[in-house]
């Protein structure tokens, strides 16, 4: 089956088509078109919601044209609604950004009324874990290789290894949270961030160090030529008896050790900042999911959303975890896939296929783990 997947829970307008047959064990990206309204939030430092919202509304239907153009070679409308091309619309209906939600909540639904498809509602936070069913997915069988550790985070292969029961590190710009599966559709949340995400601390740190939106990606670059132990940054709730995180203090750590101090000043001492807050926070994630592993003895370990995209976290992950978990599979999905995008959304769809009917999908800006 193909499915049309649509997700704008943020600042991304996204749509894809994924592909696969009852059964398979992974899916197949036919397109994946993503329209980023960022450089718009650089300006501001962050996300001004209106604003998101505003750009989404110009861009969905370009950004569904141009994903179903693989398999239509012409105008949306006309062919739509008599092809069999596509058998299901996914769209993702929260947690979010209520007016981003709106905008690709009301186009699938349009879509699915008018041109009588089914229409499958997502959890944003599944979809990002249901990014590591997507091929091509990079397994860690790598772990075994004695190779250079930059040429197999770029391998590509096609996977299907995914074995349940499965530990799910969750960790984007509004999430940090540890989940259970037990097959698809078994959820158990384990624990989460008791204030800020992960993703919204390093965007929070960037900001107070005069850094563009979003930063995590920007720290991770400087961490590059930065030492991690030049500033001793909390790693707040590190060894607590659960599955939770906290990274508001680290954020407050920062902002005590740069208040005051010259822009010049500051600027020479930025990569140190840099690499010592991007080791504290990969601390504190690599630590409680390993305790999560320990606890629940998974066969896989599964990570998802923006944050994953930095490399020193898979890495050292990987690293920590051969040793300690030798017995455990890491799967973490492409690069481009980690951050918000429609295809995670549409291979949410496949795997947990539970259509509704269109009057009963609002956009639910609080969904969280049902
Ligand atoms: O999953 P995502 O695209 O959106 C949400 O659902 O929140 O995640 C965005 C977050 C931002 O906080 C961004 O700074 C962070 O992911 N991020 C990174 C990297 N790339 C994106 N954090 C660390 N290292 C990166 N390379
Ligand atoms: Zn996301």
Known sequence: MRILGIETSCDETSASIIEAKKGNKTVTLVSNIISSSVKLHAKTGGIIPENAAREQIKYILPVIKQALSP???????????????????????????IGSLLVGVETAKTLSYVFKKPIVPVNHLLGHIYANWINPVIPNSFRDLPHDEKEMLNQEVQHDKIEFPAV??????????????????????????????????????????????????????????????????PRPMIGTNDFDFSFSGLK???????SGIKYQV?????????????????????????????????????????????????RQLILNTKYELPDTEIFFPKKFLCTD????????????YKPAPVNKITANPELYFD
Request: hydrophobic share 45%; charged share 20%; glycine share 10%.
């Open 266 to 314: 500051l600027r020479k001492k930025i990569p140190d900042i840099a690499a010592s807050v991007q080791q504290a926070i990969c601390d504190v994630l690599i630590r409680k999911t390993i305790k999560a592993a320990k606890k629940y003895k998974p066969k896989s370990i599964l990570l998802g959303g923006g944050v994953v995209a930095n490399e020193e976290l898979k």
């Open 71 to 97: 398999i239509f070679s012409s105008r949306l409308t006309s062919h739509f609604p008599s092809s069999p091309s596509i058998d299901a619309i996914a769209v993702t209906y929260g947690p979010g950004l």
């Open 252 to 258: 407050t750590a920062v902002l005590q050790e740069v």
């Open 341 to 352: 995008n429609a295809a995670m959304i549409a291979t949410a769809a496949f795997f947990n």
């Open 168 to 233: 799910a590190l969750l960790v984007s710009g509004g999430h940090t949270d540890l989940i259970l599966m037990k097959a698809h559709g078994s959820i158990k949340w384990l624990g989460g961030t008791r204030d800020d995400a992960a993703g919204e601390a390093l965007d929070k740190i960037g900001r107070l160090l005069g850094l563009s939106y979003p930063a995590g990606p920007i720290i991770e670059q400087l961490a590059k030529n930065g030492n991690l132990k030049a500033y001793k940054f």
